[in-house]
DNA sequence: ACTTACTGTAAGCGATGACTTACGGACAGA
DNA sequence: TCTGTCCGTAAGTCATCGCTTACAGTAAGT
């Protein structure tokens, strides 16, 4: 449920696929294989990754297994990129940025 | 500069930690390698890829070379995160979920 | 020109990850 | 209960990646 989890996870192009897939509604497992090039467990194991995530939601559906997409999830990622590389730090960060330049150009006096 | 590249480069927890660190200010290659646990060539890669991928600014100080963060590289991965997953589809997909869940358990009939 | 400082790149190694096939468990229907 | 279907997991392979040390290049100072 961390970002670093879900930023792992959104960082495979196949995972991404799958997730996108699952836009379209909840699907069961061999459905949502027969519409990748890959076999059926590999995409049973990318869901598990998705899950652990945070990005899918599983739901028994008798034998099979109905896979739903979870844009909740999302939030951390979106929490950690708004507080830690938001818009309302970047104006002030790059204008820090510049004025340190200098400063950090020259022979350093304290820090470290 | 693809949410590709920049899902995959902070994907990475060094990498990730190098860029944080970088908020602080534009440092020099050395002096980031400096505050991680790894070796200076280890922290030029991983810049490159930063680089790649949009995330940092390069700018040449005589022999050395200094490394800014670059908030405003992360704009298509927002992009993406808005348009593919974004709150406002999330009320409406998750309606639409419900209403396809009965029709996909069900044996289809068209699609496919 | 020579030395020193700061860097990028090549080469190699170990770990991680994505994928495959093979196997075993859980549920519905005859 | 037996069969067929749907699925997760184990085991193994191959590529990728992160890291290291060694090497080569560029700019400033004397």
Redesign the interface.
Known sequence: MTY?QI??A??D?TR?ALL?DL?A????VA?LA?RHPVSRPAVSQHLKVLQEAGLVAVEP?GAAR?Y??R??G?AP??AY?DE????V??AF??E??RQ??DA??RPRHQD?
Chains 1, 2 share one sequence.
């Open positions: 670093g930023l792992t959104l960082a192009p991404r996108e836009r509604g909840p699907m069961p459905r027969a559906r109905l739903r997409a844009p909740r999302l990622l979106r990129l830690v590389w938001g818009d730090l970047q960060a790059e820090v940025s340190m330049e950090n150009a470290d």
